[in-house]
């Protein structure tokens, strides 16, 4: 497996950090009382923006393990 830590990212590259304050206008979003369709849509979007951090990552640093045969 050939790794490329140069293309890793690092905690303040700006796909962390949009991830993280997608969270956290999900989870304001809970203590403020919301539900329904606008909660859901702020949970997807934090989702799918550390989805997109975790496959960036695991292609920079040569993909998953895969299991013995």
Do not use: C
């Amino acid at each position: 497996m050939v790794t490329d830590a140069n293309s890793a990212l690092f905690p303040d590259h700006h796909m962390y950090t949009d991830a993280v304050d997608a969270m956290k206008r999900y989870h304001q979003a809970q203590a403020d009382g919301i539900s329904g369709a606008e909660l859901e849509s702020l949970r997807l979007l934090a989702e799918q923006r550390f989805q997109a951090v975790t496959d960036y990552q695991l292609r920079a640093l040569g993909g998953p393990i895969e299991p013995s045969q």
